[in-house]
T-cell receptor, first 115, second 114 residues
Framework: SAVISQKPSRDICQRGTSLTIQCQVD?????MFWYRQQPGQSLTLIAT?????????ESGFVIDKFPISRPNLTFSTLTVSNMSPEDSSIYLC????????????FGPGTRLTVL | SQQGEEDPQALSIQEGENATMNCSYK?????LQWYRQNSGRGLVHLIL?????REKHSGRLRVTLDTSKKSSSLLITASRAADTASYFC??????????????FGKGTHLIIQP
């Protein structure tokens, strides 16, 4: 597996502000993924981030609300823009490793609370 | 939309007993993964089973896959208090041919009573 870190681990933000979450991996990976886990719910894929190209967003998620950067093969950021209390969730990044086909490993998550 | 559905949604057993969780999915897959999540933290990868495998073991974990029934089960033997967590199954959202996000079931919350 890989060592995946996220910053911040948690934050409390005011309505209308934005927060950028960082995801760092200790090895080079082609694809990185961002998920959201709303309180008491399961995980939902937000977007897939490929280095050197625009992120691909899933239905219900748009770039203006969740802009993603992928400047190199070990790092990505997810910004939650113009936040509202409904954005309160755990945000997780994951990477797909080729050692065993399609295995995905997750970071520790960022717990976001919007007041 | 959710691909997998776990049952039961919650399970409480005594330490030392075995715990079985089930997962059903809707479309054809080429693999299925199980994860554990402790207290809303990050997900720990437990095991990946491929569509051409029927059973896989890892320590106290046993996973089965029945592609004809589109279902999988996770068995934890000789449970411990540290096994208390939520368990999720996940399948590829699209082709499963690599570079594929996952769709998750709703999860089973397992409580091990000391």
């Amino acid at each position: 597996s890989a060592v995946i870190s996220q910053k911040p681990s948690r934050d409390i933000c005011q309505r209308g502000t934005s927060l950028t979450i960082q995801c760092q991996v200790d090895s080079q990976v082609t694809m990185m993924f961002w998920y959201r886990q709303q309180p008491g719910q399961s995980l939902t894929l937000i977007a897939t981030a490929n280095q050197g190209s625009e992120a691909t967003y899933e239905s219900g998620f748009v770039i203006d609300k969740f802009p993603i950067s992928r400047p190199n093969l070990t790092f990505s950021t997810l910004t939650v823009s113009n936040m509202s209390p409904e954005d309160s969730s755990i945000y997780l990044c994951s990477v797909e490793l080729g050692r065993v086909y399609n295995e995905q490993f997750f970071g520790p998550g960022t717990r976001l609370t919007v007041l | 939309s959710q691909q997998g559905e776990e049952d039961p949604q919650a399970l409480s057993i005594q330490e030392g007993e075995n715990a079985t969780m089930n997962c059903s999915y809707k479309t054809s897959i080429n693999n299925l993964q199980w994860y554990r999540q402790n207290s809303g933290r990050g997900l720990v990868h437990l095991i990946l089973i491929r569509s051409n495998e029927r059973e896989k073991h890892s320590g106290r974990l046993r996973v089965t896959l029945d592609t004809s029934k589109k279902s999988s089960s996770l068995l934890i033997t000789a449970s411990r208090a540290a096994d208390t967590a939520s368990y999720f199954c996940a399948t590829p959202m699209y082709s499963g041919g690599g570079a594929d996000g996952l769709t998750f079931g709703k999860g089973t919350h397992l409580i091990i009573q000391p």
